[in-house]
């Protein structure tokens, strides 16, 4: 990836906990950007998560309801005129103000872990 593609990614994600790539999938940042391979340090912006607990979280989140999209999509394909119903704009604020904080993502990815932990042992965290 070019430093500028990099830049105009780590712009366009602002504050944002995701952004999705054209032509190759999910992109979450878990570090600030200054850290970040592909970031531009003079660019000032907030990533999607603040630990790697709440990155993954976000992920899986993310792609679970790209998954759920595509499903709906599909659902209504064979029936003329038809298309999923949308997520009242206020709802979807409500549901991101419950479960979109850090400590929820933590919260959210910490069975993940024990999972791992539990079938690997410690050595994943080397």
Excluded at 16 to 33: E, M
Excluded at 65 to 72: E, T
Excluded at 83 to 110: M, R, V, Y
């Amino acid at each position: 990836m070019s430093k500028e593609e990099g830049a105009l990614i780590a712009k366009t994600l602002e504050d944002k906990k995701a952004i999705i790539l054209q032509n190759h999938g999910l992109l979450y940042v878990s570090f600030p950007p200054r850290l970040s391979a592909f970031a531009d340090p003079s660019i000032s912006s907030s990533t999607c998560g603040k630990t790697i607990d709440s990155a993954v979280a976000w992920y899986i989140l993310l792609e679970t309801q790209c998954q759920v999209q595509l499903l709906a999509e599909a659902a209504c394909a064979g029936t003329p005129g038809s298309k999923p119903k949308e997520i009242e704009h206020e709802d979807a604020k409500f549901t991101a103000k419950q479960g979109g904080s850090e400590q929820a993502g933590f919260l959210f990815a910490s069975p993940y872990y024990q999972v791992i932990e539990k079938e690997e042992g410690h050595e994943y965290k080397q």
